[in-house]
């Protein structure tokens, strides 16, 4: 008889699997959970998908330290068992840092998160008058832009923006935390724009998840 079990996974995404898109990554989990021989539990419908969600889909170009997911599985197995067998089975770039069970009826993690923290790097060190910029940006009332022929206010969005220090070079880095619900989410290459510098520019790495509610049992 089958037992369906939640489980929560906690992993990071390096610089190989950059430029895989949201639509792929999924696809890169299925074949990760397949290759790992794990009970999935799938959908209903027409087209059963396995029950997997992230908190937060990470975009494209990005690298991040903090991704967290659920998978649901139709065995129990031992969390430590899960973890050893997704890292085996997943693909360079993927790293699993930790594994738990989640009662089932605990929320949906995308209706938990609030906010996310980013660092942003600069391939040839940022602009000389960058501190300017920011302190500029943060006192203005508002700032319009527009996003799929709709306008919006980007400033309420923003929730912390500085410069830090790298330790590993001594350079200049971005440090932003920015809203992440889901009706209201600000991207850090719209805050790099609203500064006058070109995205391209720049790495872009979440390095925090913010939730409303602890999201780990532990």
Known sequence: MSALTRY??????????RYVSHLDMMLVWERT?????LPLAFS????????????????L???????????WLV????????????????????????????PLQHPALQTLVLSAEYLVKFREGCPADIAERIENLLNQKEIIRVRREKSYDLRPLIE???????PES???????RLSAKESATARPEEVLLALGIDPITARMERTRLI???PVSTS
């Open 8 to 17: 929560r996974l906690w992993y990071a995404r390096g610089a190989e699997l």
């Open 170 to 176: 001594d350079l200049p880095a971005l440090a932003m």
């Open 160 to 166: 912390a923006l500085h410069l830090v220090t790298l």
């Open 75 to 102: 065995e129990p197995l031992p969390p430590k068992d899960v973890q050893i067998r997704v890292q085996r089975a997943a693909p360079p770039g993927l790293s699993l840092q930790r594994v738990e069970i989640i």
């Open 44 to 59: 209903q419908g027409f087209n059963p998908r396995p029950r997997f969600h992230l908190a937060s889909a990470l975009p």
């Open 211 to 213: 939730f409303q509610e």
């Open 33 to 37: 959970f397949r290759r790992a021989r």
């Open 61 to 71: 170009g990005f690298t991040s330290l903090c991704e967290v997911a659920d998978v």
